[in-house]
């Protein structure tokens, strides 16, 4: 473990403990099992029926999955992988898919983040930008704090010359009922360092990740 950014902190997940809020179920899975069968009532339907007899676990088990990232371990994501290198040139994931739930409606957004970050002396495994993404991902959101999320635990990680993320997705909430603009993509950026402060790097990240939005 190479993780050495601050030296009175020794874990990830000491320096990031302000980012990642974490949660403790305080009723029981039988509770939770059983909201799921009143909504079911409320909606008309018949809890008891052979195709919904064991839907309020499913949904637990799908919505527990799907907020997952509450509890996920950021030491435990990141194995070590944070490692000392002497590089200084734009490091780019793109098209690292998201699947969050929108904290107004629990309904999904789905869509793409791009992150990039210039390094100071610290490099990360590439697959561990996405599994930062994944684990903020995996939270009831609005958009521009998933975004601002990846950002500032990168940044807190590495310590790098700078951090750029940029997240286009869809809202199911916007597509599926309320206002239903199924073409509608909702783009959010958050630039830390040299991309706040020099527009060329920006400029430069921007023209790597062009391209249309849409799904695969
Ligand atoms: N800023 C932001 N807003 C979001 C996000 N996800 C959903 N929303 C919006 O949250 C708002 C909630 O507005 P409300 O008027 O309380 O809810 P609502 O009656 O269901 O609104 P409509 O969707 O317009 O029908 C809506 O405008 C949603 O589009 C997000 O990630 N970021
Ligand atoms: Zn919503």
Sequence with gaps: MTLSIRPDLTSADQV???LTAQKQPKVTEAEMMQAVRTL???????????????T?????????????GYT????????????????NEM?????IDIFSSCEHHIL???GRAHVAYIPNG?????????????????????????TTQIADALQNLLKPQGVAVVVEATHMCMVMRGVQKPGSWTVSSAMRGVFAEDSRTREEFMNLI????NFH
């Design 16 to 18: 990031l403990s302000s």
């Design 72 to 87: 996920d371990s950021l030491d435990e994501l990141l194995n070590g992988a944070v490692f000392t290198e002497d590089a």
């Design 108 to 110: 999904p957004i789905i």
């Design 40 to 54: 079911l009532i409320g909606l008309g339907e018949d809890p008891d029926r052979e195709g919904l007899k064991d």
């Design 210 to 213: 062009r391209h249309n939005a």
């Design 122 to 146: 610290k490099v990360i495994g590439l697959s561990k930008i996405a599994r930062i993404c994944e684990m903020y991902g995996r939270r009831l959101q609005v958009q521009e704090r998933l």
């Design 56 to 68: 309020p676990k499913r949904v637990m088990k799908a919505l527990q999955f799907l907020t997952k």
């Design 91 to 95: 490091v780019l994931v793109r098209d």
